[in-house]
């Protein structure tokens, strides 16, 4: 249960660090986290913020890559170093 706690903990402080700006998304994001599927609603925020080609900055993209890396799914950083922004 701790781990489940860490990584719900995780991935809503990304989410609300996150540059997504449609409700309807977030709304999305965080409905998955409700049901479980912290891994599901990562994947999706990190595929949102690349097909809108939201700008990150370098700290948060190594943010991204290391939950990526902690949840089991590292494909879901996968070309967000093309949206840093410096």
């Given amino acids: ?16 660090e996150s540059p997504l700006t449609s ?17 599901l609603a990562f994947d999706t925020m990190c595929s949102w913020i690349y097909e809108d080609s939201l700008p990150i900055s370098s700290a948060y993209y190594e943010r991204l890559v290391s939950t990526a890396q902690e949840l089991g799914t590292p494909k879901s950083a996968d070309r967000l170093d093309e949206l840093i922004e410096e």
């Fill in 1 to 16: 249960m701790e781990r489940y706690q860490y990584v719900r903990a995780l991935v809503s402080q990304l989410l609300e």
């Fill in 23 to 39: 409700e309807e998304v977030i709304a999305d994001v965080r409905h998955l986290m409700s049901v479980g599927e912290e891994e």
